[in-house]
């Protein structure tokens, strides 16, 4: 079943279900109201009894993440939803009056600690939310939609085209248009990232640079790991898909439509190739290795201590999951 962005219709709906009711959608379950030996029963993919499905009303619309570039097409819709759903009946901190704003003012929302001089926010294409003790330095330009998140810093004059969503704990620089970073990853210099996803604890390389556009205008593919091969997407606009932990050196230049799993750490001259295997380390002229995962686990309790963060027994476990699952995509170890 692929992930749902659930709207207000749905939410209410799913308020009105009844015990032993199931919600459908093409088919496959949305909700169910069940009780405990039921829900036990589901989670052990048993048949639950007594459990009557309903198909979902055709009106009510739902928008379903099905791929990763799911993400970009989304996320202007689900930046709008979510400042109403998060500045309802709110007061935002004061904007100061070194800043100069284009469009309606109070489509700007800023949470408390959050701090924002002698910036130029532009709201006439959507709102712009600055979470809590976050920092929008000095000659900076926004554009909404955008959200930048809790403790997360914009640099000196940066440029941010929406929708884009920078997450917690990130840092950003340069120019970043139509881009999701996920908490506590890193553009933090100048470079280009565009139509792009990064998971957390990313980091790109200064002056890192990527192609969200293919020299001819064709339609981008994109590496699929169910499929185990590049499908179309549909796009003509398609950047860089980036898995947690992953990393870049400086002046790093990725093709349109990159894929780089996660911990992967890609250096040196020329393009990398558009599918950078998990745990896989080193440059398209000198070939990869694989990051051992013991390397691993000592770079993500470093990178996790910088913010006061431990590096957990159950992160570990995921982490190696990862590395057995896709050990079949690092050709090199065979």
């Not at 029963?41 to 459990?51: F, K, M, T």
């Not at 339609?219 to 398609?238: A, H, I, M, N, S």
Request: glycine share 8%; proline share 3%.
């Amino acid at each position: 079943m692929p992930a749902l962005c659930p709207p207000d219709a749905l939410c209410q709906r799913i308020r009105q279900m009844n015990m032993n009711e199931a919600l459908l959608l093409q088919g496959e379950l949305v909700a169910a109201r069940l009780d405990e030996a039921q829900f036990e029963a589901l989670i052990e993919d048993e048949e639950v009894h007594e459990l009557q499905g309903k198909e979902l009303d055709s009106t009510i619309a739902i928008a379903q993440i099905q791929r990763p570039w799911d993400l970009i097409l989304l996320n202007g819709q689900a930046i709008l939803e979510d400042f109403e759903l998060l500045t309802q009946n709110r007061t935002s901190q004061r904007i100061a009056v070194s800043n100069r704003v284009l469009g309606p003012q109070q489509r700007i929302f800023l949470e408390d600690g959050a701090k924002m001089e002698c910036c130029t926010i532009n709201t006439t294409d959507g709102p712009v939310y600055i979470g809590k003790n976050a920092e929008i330095m000095e000659g900076s330009l926004l554009r909404g939609p955008l959200v930048v998140g809790d403790n997360a810093v914009v640099k000196m004059g940066a440029r941010i085209y929406g929708p884009t969503t920078i997450g917690p704990g990130c840092k950003v620089g340069g120019e970043i248009s139509r881009s999701i970073l996920f908490a506590n990853s890193n553009k933090a210099h100048d470079g280009f990232l565009g139509d792009s996803v990064l998971g957390e604890w990313c980091n790109l390389g200064a002056d890192t640079n990527n192609s969200n556009l293919k020299n001819n205008y064709s339609e981008v593919k994109l590496w699929d790991y169910e499929e185990e091969r590049f499908v179309k997407t549909g796009l003509q606009f398609c950047g860089l898909i980036m898995g947690d932990h992953a990393k870049c050196g400086i002046n790093t230049m990725f093709n349109t439509g990159t894929v780089v799993g996660v911990f992967a750490n890609v250096f040196g001259a020329g393009y990398p190739r558009n599918f950078v295997p998990d745990f896989a380390w080193g440059s398209a002229e000198s070939g990869y290795r694989t990051y051992r995962f013991t390397e691993d686990c000592e770079t993500a309790e470093l990178v996790l201590a910088r913010r006061n963060l431990k590096f957990t027994e159950l992160e570990k476990a995921i982490l190696y999951h990862i590395y057995d699952h896709t050990a079949k995509y690092r050709s090199w170890e065979k």
